[in-house]
């Protein structure tokens, strides 16, 4: 079975993901940039039981007008987040994709919050795309 590892910017935080991801999202929303840095955030879905964490992190409970809260990890060496329990899916943990390190990672199943998206971002037309709501 494939294994990947995702780690914090130092290395102290990691996750180890057996198998492929059950869902592998871009998202547009301001609070994937703020997380993330960047023009967008990039999440992987994993099962629990795929996952082994190593390393301290603490946390960063991110409240949502939907009324399910997101819960993030990050290292306390480095402030880099790298993974998350969506309260709205308790079975799953997300991974942000960047903490892999890994240009062969699969692509995204589907870009969502899309209508926030820059105008400037174009992805192939074979992955689906939502707004956001
Ligand atoms: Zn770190
Ligand atoms: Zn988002």
Redesign the pocket.
Known sequence: MSERRAECSCGRLRVVCRGEAAKVSI???N??RRRTGSAF?MSAFYLRGQLAIEGESRLFRRDSDNGHPVDFHFCPSCGSTVYWEPSRKPDMIGVGVGAFADPSFPMPDQS??DDLRHAWIAFPENMPSRGSG
């Open positions: 998202c547009h929303c609070a994937c955030g969502v919050s």
